[in-house]
């Protein structure tokens, strides 16, 4: 119970912070004036700022992957930090996670984006119609079709997954100290560097969870299959990528080597390893005081 209320918890403050830097943003004179509504967005159309404009683009990139990287960090020893039904899916299929906890997870999760897009509407209800909740949408304007929304997605939320399995691998992390600690950054910047990308194609989803929040509260339904389908498809491809090009890291790594005192290091991360293990069961490893 914990850990699912850390999951939902994580992903409620996660939405809160990233929608909320969407909708905050639309007040600014140069979206409003794009919105076509001049300085005010008191009669702005639903949804006519976020997707097509880049004026705020580097803001809410930076808001979403700086907000994953702390939530990420007060989560990780509760739940293992996942915030994202595509990295409890992946999980689940690498075998880290039982089915009963993937479900609740990705089901906690998905409530968790839904409370808290409750809370910006209620907060800002202003931008949070200009905006449509920063729901995900497919950028008609600019020609973006649902191919190739599809493909970014399933493409996109592929590497995301697989830099989540690199920064939690417990292997990995017992060959390197700094590690652990730069396990959530890494996460968080690789969600920066896909919100750069796919913002303009369509809002930027990697996350199930992010999507189906806004589009319950804002009643944003269009295409929405998109945003599921393309993340979960990631989800999966992304543990069977990992398992067959980059779990052997270790096992090519570093020859066998003893201490100053004779003691084999191969054994003292074996029992590294051992201990991290008992941490959570679904494992983002944390360094510990």
């Known amino acids: 119970m914990r850990a699912?209320?850390?999951?939902?918890?994580?992903t409620l403050i996660f939405i809160l912070?990233?929608?909320?830097?969407?909708?905050?943003?639309?007040?600014?004179?140069d979206v409003a004036q794009q919105s076509g509504n001049g300085a005010s967005l008191t009669n702005a159309a639903a949804g006519s700022c976020f997707i097509g404009s880049t004026t705020a683009l580097l803001n809410i990139a930076l808001a979403f992957g700086f907000t994953l990287f702390v939530v990420i960090y007060f989560t990780a020893s509760v739940s293992g930090g996942h915030i994202n039904p595509a990295v409890s899916i992946g999980f689940f299929l690498a075998q880290k996670i039982s089915f009963l906890r993937a479900l609740c997870y990705v089901i906690f999760q998905c409530a968790g984006a839904a409370v808290g897009s409750v809370i910006v509407k209620g907060l800002d209800p202003t931008g949070y119609k200009a905006a449509k909740g920063g729901a995900n949408a497919l950028?008609?304007?600019?020609?973006?079709?649902w191919s190739s929304a599809f493909g970014f997605e399933m493409a996109f939320t592929t590497g995301f997954v697989l830099t989540v399995f690199a920064a939690t691998d417990s292997r990995r992390l017992s060959l390197a100290a700094p590690l652990p600690i730069l396990a959530p950054l890494a996460i968080g910047m690789m969600l920066f560097v896909c919100h750069l990308v796919l913002i303009p194609i369509d809002g930027c989803s990697v996350n199930p969870a992010r999507s189906f929040g806004p589009?319950?509260?804002?009643?944003?339904?269009?295409d929405y299959w998109i945003f599921w389908a393309g993340p979960v498809i990631?989800?999966?491809?992304?543990?069977?990528?990992?398992e067959l090009g980059f779990r052997a890291w270790e096992e090519q790594g570093p020859s066998r080597s003893?201490?100053?005192?004779?003691?084999?290091m191969e054994q003292l991360k074996t029992n590294n390893h051992a201990r991290k293990a008992d941490d959570v069961e679904a494992g983002m490893p944390m360094a510990k005081p």
């Open 139 to 145: 950028n008609a304007t600019a020609g973006i079709t």
């Open 258 to 264: 003893t201490d100053k005192d004779g003691e084999d």
């Open 234 to 242: 990631g989800g999966v491809l992304a543990p069977i990528i990992y």
């Open 4 to 10: 699912l209320g850390a999951e939902f918890l994580g």
């Open 215 to 222: 589009a319950v509260v804002s009643r944003s339904f269009h």
């Open 17 to 29: 912070f990233t929608t909320g830097t969407i909708t905050s943003g639309c007040h600014s004179s």
